[in-house]
C-alpha cells in the first residue's frame, strides 16, 4: 500500500535518471544523493517525466481521457471495472484512482523542490537555469492537474477566496511527517501562475528542449490555460497570441493530421510525455481504453454530437481518426477514437498535453469573455477549420458554444470536454444521464481517505 501522505515528505525522493530511455531510472534515491553537476541535474529532470509514464491517473493513462469519460460523447462498450467509475461518478475516498493521483503527483513535485533545493549550490549558468525553469514548469503543470481533480475551477467556484477551496500547495522540501493544510483557490492559482513564470524566466524565449521537455512556450502555453480557468482573460489571451505569433509551431493541416497520432514531436504538440515500450501504463494506457481488443471502455458515444458529426463530415480530415470495430462478446460495431494507435505497441502513445490548437481555442475564448469580440474569436476558429475541412468557408462570429464544439471535434479523448464545459458555467450530461454542473460536488474527487487518516485537520471535499 502506497503511503501517500509521505508524498511531501520524500525529502530524498529524487528522481534522478539516465538520459537512455531503456535504462531503469530511480525515483526514490537516499537522503544522501547529491546534485554536484549539471548532468545530475538533467538526471533529476528526466526523472520527473518516468515517475509520470507508468501507473493509473498519470498522463498517459486514465487522466488523459478523464474529462471526456466524464461525458456523453463516450461510451463503456464492455465494463471491466477499469474507468466506468469515472465515467458514472462513483469514484469513492477509498478508490485507488485519486489515491493514485494524489500519491504521483505530490511525488513529483517533491521531486521537483529537493532538486530545486539542491541545484541552488550549483553554479548558475545558462544550462542550470534552463533545468531548474524546466522543473518550476513541471511543479506549476502538477499543481495545476491537481486542481482540476480536487478542485473546482476557479471561474465555476462560488468563492475563490473560501477557506480549504483549493488544494494543498507543496513549495520546499518538507520533513516526512509535514502536515499540509488546503490553500484557497485564488492562492492555488496564483501558485501555478507563478511558477510557469518563473520557468519562463529562468528558460528564455530561444529554449528548445526537445520532446518530453518544458520550454519556454510550454510554461507560456500552460499559463494561457491556467489564467483562462483563473478568469484572467485579458492575461489569457495575450499569452495565447504570443504562442501563436511568436512560436514556430504549426497548425497540423490536412494532409498530415491523420498521421501524427503516431508519431513523436510534431508541429502542434508544444508539450508531450515521452512514453516508451519500457516505461508505459501497459493495460491502463490510453491506446488500451481506445480500442476493442483493449478495455474497450472509451468508445465514442452512438449519439454523442462528436460521432455524430465525424461520421457526416468525410471532408473534415478529423473523421479520418476514429476506427470502427466490432468488441468480442457485444452485439454490432462501435467506433473509438484512433489518437492512440501506438508506436511500438498498443501501449506506447505520448499524450499531447498541450498544443498548438488549444491556444487558438484559449485565444477565441478570452476574446470573447474579456472584449465580447465574436468576430475576432472567428478568426482562431477559422485557422483551424481551414486547417482541417476542405473547401472550409469562414464564419464572421462565433459564440461560446460554437467554441465548446470545437473542442469536442477537435480534442475528442485528450482530456478537454468537460473542463471546457465547467470553465464556462455549463453542465455536461454524463453517461448515466444525469445532469453535472461545475459547482456539484461530484465535479470533483474526494481527497483520498488514507489523507484524511493521517491527518484528520485535512478538508475532505463536500459530499464525501
Known amino acids: 500500500m502506497k503511503k501517500i501522505y509521505l508524498a511531501f515528505g520524500l525529502f530524498a525522493g529524487m528522481a534522478l535518471t539516465s538520459c537512455d530511455l531503456d535504462t531503469l531510472p530511480s525515483t526514490s534515491l537516499g537522503e544522501d544523493i547529491a546534485i554536484t553537476t549539471e548532468s545530475?541535474?538533467?538526471?533529476?529532470?528526466?526523472?520527473?517525466?518516468?515517475?509520470?509514464?507508468?501507473?493509473?491517473?498519470?498522463?498517459?493513462?486514465?487522466?488523459?481521457?478523464?474529462?471526456?469519460?466524464?461525458?456523453?460523447?463516450?461510451?463503456?462498450?464492455?465494463?471491466?471495472?477499469?474507468?466506468?467509475g469515472i465515467a458514472r461518478y462513483t469514484i469513492t475516498k477509498n478508490d485507488e484512482l485519486p489515491g493514485n493521483a494524489y500519491y504521483y503527483y505530490y511525488k513529483a513535485i517533491a521531486n521537483c523542490n529537493k532538486a530545486l533545493e539542491l541545484s541552488a549550490k550549483l553554479e548558475v549558468t545558462d544550462e542550470v537555469k534552463n533545468l531548474q525553469g524546466q522543473l518550476y514548469a513541471w511543479r506549476g503543470m502538477l499543481h495545476f492537474d491537481l486542481a482540476r481533480i480536487f478542485a473546482h475551477i476557479p471561474t465555476a467556484a462560488a468563492d475563490v477566496n473560501a477557506a480549504n477551496s483549493g488544494i494543498v500547495l507543496s513549495t520546499e522540501v518538507y520533513a516526512p511527517d509535514y502536515k499540509g493544510s488546503r490553500a484557497t483557490l485564488k492562492e492555488t492559482y496564483d501558485l501555478i501562475i507563478s511558477d510557469l513564470t518563473?520557468?519562463?524566466?529562468?528558460?528564455?524565449?530561444?529554449?528548445?528542449?526537445?520532446?518530453?521537455?518544458?520550454?519556454?512556450?510550454?510554461?507560456?502555453?500552460?499559463?494561457?490555460?491556467?489564467?483562462?480557468?483563473?478568469?484572467?482573460?485579458?492575461?489569457?489571451?495575450?499569452?495565447?497570441?504570443?504562442?501563436?505569433?511568436?512560436?514556430?509551431?504549426?497548425?497540423?493541416?490536412?494532409?498530415?493530421?491523420?498521421?501524427?497520432?503516431?508519431?513523436?514531436?510534431?508541429?502542434?504538440?508544444?508539450?508531450?510525455?515521452?512514453?516508451?515500450?519500457?516505461?508505459?501504463?501497459?493495460?491502463?494506457?490510453?491506446?488500451?481504453?481506445?480500442?476493442?481488443?483493449?478495455?474497450?471502455?472509451?468508445?465514442?458515444?452512438?449519439?454523442?454530437?462528436?460521432?455524430?458529426?465525424?461520421?457526416?463530415?468525410?471532408?473534415?480530415?478529423?473523421s479520418k481518426v476514429i476506427k470502427e470495430q466490432s468488441v468480442s462478446g457485444v452485439a454490432g460495431t462501435h467506433f473509438f477514437p484512433a489518437k492512440y494507435p501506438g508506436r511500438?505497441?498498443?501501449?506506447?502513445?505520448?499524450?499531447?498535453?498541450?498544443?498548438?490548437?488549444?491556444?487558438?481555442?484559449?485565444?477565441?475564448?478570452?476574446?470573447?469573455?474579456?472584449?465580447?469580440?465574436?468576430?475576432?474569436?472567428?478568426?482562431?476558429?477559422?485557422?483551424?477549420?481551414?486547417?482541417?475541412?476542405?473547401?472550409?468557408?469562414?464564419?464572421?462570429?462565433?459564440?461560446?458554444?460554437?467554441?465548446?464544439?470545437?473542442?469536442?471535434?477537435?480534442?475528442?479523448?485528450?482530456?478537454?470536454?468537460?473542463?471546457?464545459?465547467?470553465?464556462?458555467?455549463?453542465?455536461?450530461?454524463?453517461?448515466?444521464?444525469?445532469?453535472?454542473?461545475?459547482?456539484?460536488?461530484?465535479?470533483?474527487?474526494?481527497?483520498?481517505q488514507r489523507e484524511i487518516d493521517y491527518d484528520p485537520t485535512l478538508v475532505q471535499n463536500p459530499g464525501y
Not at 48 to 69: K, N, P, V, W
Request: charged share 25%.
Open 40 to 84: 545530475d541535474l538533467q538526471n533529476a529532470v528526466n526523472g520527473i517525466g518516468y515517475l509520470l509514464s507508468e501507473d493509473r491517473m498519470t498522463y498517459g493513462a486514465d487522466f488523459g481521457i478523464y474529462a471526456d469519460l466524464l461525458t456523453n460523447e463516450f461510451k463503456v462498450v464492455d465494463d471491466y471495472g477499469q474507468s466506468s
Open 198 to 318: 518563473k520557468a519562463m524566466d529562468l528558460m528564455g524565449e530561444g529554449s528548445n528542449n526537445g520532446t518530453g521537455f518544458h520550454n519556454y512556450f510550454s510554461a507560456l502555453a500552460l499559463r494561457a490555460r491556467a489564467n483562462l480557468y483563473a478568469g484572467n482573460y485579458a492575461a489569457a489571451l495575450a499569452d495565447a497570441k504570443k504562442v501563436i505569433e511568436d512560436s514556430d509551431y504549426e497548425l497540423y493541416n490536412q494532409s498530415n493530421y491523420d498521421k501524427v497520432w503516431a508519431q513523436e514531436g510534431t508541429s502542434e504538440s508544444i508539450f508531450e510525455l515521452l512514453i516508451t515500450s519500457n516505461y508505459n501504463p501497459q493495460r491502463n494506457s490510453l491506446g488500451y481504453y481506445c480500442d476493442a481488443n483493449g478495455y474497450p471502455e472509451c468508445a465514442l458515444a452512438d449519439k454523442g454530437e462528436t460521432l455524430t458529426y465525424l461520421l457526416a463530415h468525410p471532408e473534415d480530415i478529423r
Open 344 to 448: 511500438d505497441g498498443i501501449y506506447v502513445n505520448n499524450p499531447k498535453i498541450i498544443r498548438l490548437s488549444e491556444l487558438y481555442l484559449i485565444a477565441a475564448e478570452a476574446e470573447l469573455k474579456a472584449n465580447n469580440n465574436g468576430a475576432a474569436a472567428a478568426a482562431y476558429i477559422n485557422a483551424i477549420e481551414e486547417n482541417r475541412v476542405a473547401d472550409y468557408e469562414d464564419v464572421a462570429s462565433v459564440t461560446i458554444d460554437d467554441i465548446l464544439f470545437e473542442y469536442k471535434k477537435e480534442f475528442f479523448a485528450e482530456n478537454q470536454i468537460a473542463f471546457a464545459y465547467w470553465r464556462n458555467n455549463k453542465s455536461v450530461i454524463n453517461q448515466v444521464n444525469q445532469e453535472i454542473g461545475g459547482k456539484d460536488d461530484k465535479a470533483i474527487w474526494p481527497i483520498p
